[in-house]
């Protein structure tokens, strides 16, 4: 099976690309995109790594809302769910049913509780929106509302961690270890100055 072009690093998916590569998919990565514009938010084309590929994910400024996997046949909606807006959606009551569902089935992997949710038909759609909409009752509950700016940039590249400092993020550098061994002195040492020797008799 031929490798598909979302997972080249060097590919530049264009709308034009997308609909040739998700072929029958295609009306419905629209339909999706339509729905979540309405929501303000807009799609910004991200390289998730070599197994994912390019996909769109969808952010309130550096928060990200959601995303859409284009590689998986259906097409495959994200929704992160950390502890703080998972406190608002254990109570929020504007979830569908199936929307809560997808919420309660999915365990926790870390820090996240990452939905899954196909879009293969309508009602998959509808869910993944309504779990959308729910976190986005959350984060307005915490003064975070999607911007009436303009879109993101079309295209960003995951940001490289080459730069960074030794040891791991958020720590500090890693201490060089003291040699095993002392070098020999060579003379009296630093704090016996030549006037501290001479004053001793030993110059």
């Known amino acids: 099976m031929a490798k598909s072009p979302l997972k080249d690093k060097d590919f530049l998916p264009d709308d034009a690309a997308l609909e040739k590569i998700l072929g029958n998919r295609w009306p419905r990565y629209l339909q999706t995109v339509t729905m979540l514009k309405e929501r303000k938010l807009h799609p910004e084309m991200y390289w998730y790594g070599p197994s994912s590929g390019w996909a769109p994910r969808f952010c309130i400024g550096e928060v990200t809302v959601c995303g859409v996997y284009l590689a ?18 254990d109570r929020d009551e504007q979830l569908s049913p199936r929307a809560r569902n997808l919420y309660e089935m999915t365990p926790k992997k870390g820090p996240l509780r990452w939905i899954e949710a196909q879009l293969a038909t309508r009602g998959d759609l509808e869910a993944f929106v309504s779990l959308v909409d729910g976190k986005l009752r959350a984060l307005a509950a915490e003064g ?3 911007s009436d700016g303009p879109p993101p940039p079309r295209i960003r590249r995951r940001e490289s961690t080459s730069k960074s ?15 095993a061994e002392k070098p020999i002195q060579i003379g009296p040492p630093r704090k016996y100055t030549p006037e501290v020797l001479a004053a001793a008799g030993r110059g």
């Open 72 to 89: 998986q046949k259906p097409l495959m909606g994200l929704v992160g769910v950390g502890d703080k807006v998972g406190s608002y959606l």
């Open 144 to 146: 975070i509302f999607p």
């Open 165 to 179: 400092k030794p040891g791991k993020p958020g720590r500090k550098p890693t201490k060089a270890a003291e040699p």
